[in-house]
């Protein structure tokens, strides 16, 4: 399904594509939705923090990889702080973990040790700029 050809679909993608495929892509990316690992649009202070750091350091844009490094280090640290002092009760005590917030969204675990957050699984449009809308969940 595309919008192109004067069709009423747009494509949707669920494979990870990288912030500024659209310049590479360019006007055939005009509607593309996907979903993505990491929201570099999110005003939440935490990305944008994480965003301007990580460009002065390293003078480029991070990837979802990094995002998610990103998180993964918090979160141990967060584990740490809560009293985690060996392999046994950082998975311990990470399987409770509740209400995290990191770049990426959300962290919450079943009992299963899945993560149930769904924020951090986002939507995105391609503009007519080749910019980024976040879509919502509604």
């Known amino acids: 399904m595309t919008k192109g050809g ?15 495929f659209e310049q590479k892509a360019g006007k055939a990316s005009l509607g ?4 993505v690992q990491f929201d570099p649009t999110d005003k ?9 750091t990580f460009k002065a350091k390293y003078n480029q844009d ?17 584990v740490v ?3 985690a002092t060996d392999a046994q009760s950082v998975r311990d005590i990470m399987a409770g ?9 959300s962290v919450e675990f079943d009992k299963t040790n899945q993560n149930i957050k769904m924020d951090t699984i986002h939507y995105m ?8 809308k976040a879509l919502g969940w509604n």
């Open 44 to 52: 939440r202070e935490v990305v944008q923090d994480f965003i301007r």
């Open 81 to 83: 702080r809560r009293g």
């Open 6 to 20: 004067g069709g009423q679909s747009i494509q949707l993608g669920t494979i990870w594509l990288p912030f500024g």
């Open 32 to 35: 593309y939705v996907r979903i």
């Open 97 to 105: 973990t509740k209400n995290f917030s990191g770049v990426t969204g």
């Open 125 to 132: 449009e391609t503009l007519p700029d080749l910019s980024w």
């Open 62 to 78: 991070p990837t979802h990889i990094n995002a998610h490094a990103f998180d993964q280090i918090l979160l141990i640290a967060d």
